[in-house]
């Protein structure tokens, strides 16, 4: 009798503990008192012998699911810092203007100097091209001579020179002048961005806990500034020391800021 007993209680001893149970990825139930091989990649339950689910395991991650994960929290991280930033932000713009002419003051005065660059430049630029025509004449004259018969000269080392300084200057002056124009219109976009941003704040307090509308590349990151900005897998050229809210479609909203490289 006692023999029989212990050969029930042996047959009967794994059905007293836990079991391992799961469904795999093709609908195929598997159970055992071990982890079942077939379980590696889905959810596996612990359960009693009354088939209560006593502890939930995840499945292993794949190299490729632990990479989307820290991917996945480093998107939740640069979001969360884009939105303390634009916080930040929208307090300057609501504390360093009272009303909506003040940014038109703020960006009249922030274009002044450029205007007044581009001025100068373009008057330098009537002289220099006033005298390059005069050097293109007298080169005109030692190249063919006084008279058809005459014999072509060299000229002189010195107006050679001047010429080649005066179009070096030239070519500056004209990339300045591109430059400053540029400069203008980034400004002329920034002011604009900022004044309705303050506009929508002012109409709408809860607007502080929402980003704003993406500036879009052909406005807000302007093609031969002085910078670039890397918005997913593209490449802006933009204002150097300026920051814009890039939308990924794989990574969501983040801050991009606009940076110089040194050469």
Wanted: hydrophobic share 35%; proline share 5%; charged share 35%.
């Amino acid at each position: 009798m006692r023999k029989l007993f212990l050969l029930l209680a042996a047959l009967y001893a794994p059905l007293s503990g836990a079991a391992y149970k799961c469904v795999d990825e093709k609908g195929v139930t598997h159970i055992g008192d071990t982890p079942p091989a077939a379980c590696a990649n889905v959810m596996l339950y612990e359960v009693s012998r009354s088939g209560a689910v006593i502890n939930k395991i995840e499945p292993t991650p794949t190299p490729e699911q632990v990479k989307a994960k820290l991917e996945e929290a480093e998107r939740k991280k640069e979001a969360e810092r884009a939105a303390a930033e634009q916080k930040r932000k929208d307090l300057a713009l609501l504390s360093s203007y009272s009303n909506e002419k003040e940014f038109d003051v703020a960006r009249d005065r922030n274009l002044e100097p450029l205007n007044g660059r581009i001025y100068n430049s373009r008057d330098r630029l009537k002289v220099l091209d006033k005298r390059l025509k005069e050097i293109d004449d007298e080169m005109e004259f030692y190249k063919a001579g006084k008279s058809k018969t005459a014999k072509a000269r060299e000229a002189p080392a010195p107006l050679v020179h001047e010429q080649q300084r005066l179009k070096t200057e030239k070519e500056g002056l004209e990339k300045g002048i591109a430059g400053s124009e540029k400069e203008i219109e980034v400004l002329k976009v920034k002011f604009d961005a900022d004044k309705k941003r303050w506009l929508d704040l002012k109409a709408d307090p809860n607007m502080r806990n929402r980003q704003p509308e993406a500036p879009t590349a052909s406005i807000t990151m302007s093609p031969g500034a002085a910078g670039t900005a890397k918005c997913a897998d593209k490449v802006y050229e933009c204002q150097a020391g300026q920051a814009y809210l890039c939308r990924d479609a794989r990574k969501g909203a983040y801050r991009v800021d606009c940076i110089v490289e040194r050469k």
